[in-house]
């Protein structure tokens, strides 16, 4: 490997390191309303997930990056794009034990996708 070409992967770490350390914005502290009752405005920003039992929609909260998973009743009617005004208890997310006796860590996978509560025993309407 030749000189240039080591300056040039330093300077590529660099800049890396740079963006990490300055550039990702902090995750939003719910930990003051996380099991309280809440009334929350944003945007459905996927499909609604049908369920048995219930609805789950990701909704993208208003003026902000956030995304919380909030479960509805099925009659509920959304769809993708529809701005909502959404009531209930936002919890952290539990983890849970599968069926085959191992612990799924769901706090993880939910904030892998950027979903960082879960909006439980909730109702809404939308515009």
Known sequence: MSKK???????????????????????????????????????????????????HLNIKLKNSETIILVYVNRSIEVQYGDIVYIKGILEEPENFITNNGKEFNYRRYLANKDKLAEGKRAFGTYI
Do not use: H
Not at 30 to 39: A, P, W
């Open 5 to 55: 070409e080591i300056i040039i992967v330093f300077i590529l770490i660099t800049i890396a390191c740079v963006r990490f350390l300055f550039f990702i914005p902090d995750k939003p502290n719910f930990q003051n309303i996380l099991g309280k009752e809440v009334v929350l405005e944003g945007m459905v920003s996927d499909d609604p997930d049908v369920r048995l039992k219930n609805k």
